[in-house]
């Protein structure tokens, strides 16, 4: 009788609850972006945050599947009294839950600085349309890399990016 009600009640318990792993990040994919001329350089110089805004070119290459894309959009950074300059190169790594494909404008949203992250680490930016996907940038060096050297703090702080698509190679 015992072994009756477990072979019913079996189907029940396999597909209960979800994958505990389904939701964890994973990277799907290196955002390249290179700074262009300031939004509005006058705003900038006047205004005492020394913050600024840039127009940026990123290039999105997927890790496995999918089409290699070109976005355009925005740039909000906060800086230590200096300006970035033109054609400087940021790297993200793209983080999404596992399972996530990387299909056509994957990357289309605003991003904004996770409040939440340590302070003395760059904040990993968060999509505001679909909070899943994040940015981690690229420029801090962890145990094990090819550098063993710290890099220096950096002189800014990206706060937030607007990605629109552009083009896509599928």
């Avoid at 009640?9 to 994973?26: E, K, N, S, V, Y």
């Avoid at 605003?110 to 899943?132: F, I, K, Q, R």
């Avoid at 690229?138 to 710290?150: L, N, T, V």
Wanted: charged residues 15%; negative net charge; aromatic residues 4%.
């Amino acid at each position: 009788m015992r072994w009756r009600w477990m072979m019913l009640a079996l189907p029940f318990c396999i597909g209960a609850g979800t994958d505990p792993g389904a939701r964890l990040p994973m990277e799907v994919g290196v955002l390249s972006c290179t700074l262009a001329q300031a939004i509005d350089p006058q705003m900038s110089a006047q205004s005492g945050a020394a913050s600024e805004a840039r127009q940026v070119l990123c290039t999105f290459t997927p890790a496995r599947d999918g089409a290699e894309e070109t976005y355009v959009g925005s740039l909000k950074s906060i800086s230590a009294g200096r300006t970035l300059s033109e054609n400087t190169a940021l790297l993200w790594m793209v983080r999404a839950p596992v399972g996530t494909k990387a299909t056509p404008g994957l990357l289309e949203q605003t991003y904004a600085a996770d409040l939440a992250a340590p302070p003395g680490h760059s904040a990993p930016l968060v999509g505001e349309h679909n909070n899943d996907i994040t940015l981690h940038t690229m420029s801090e060096q962890k145990e094990g890399s090819a550098s063993m050297h710290e890099r220096p703090a950096l002189a800014f702080a990206i706060t937030a990016i607007e990605l629109k698509l552009r083009a896509s190679t599928s």
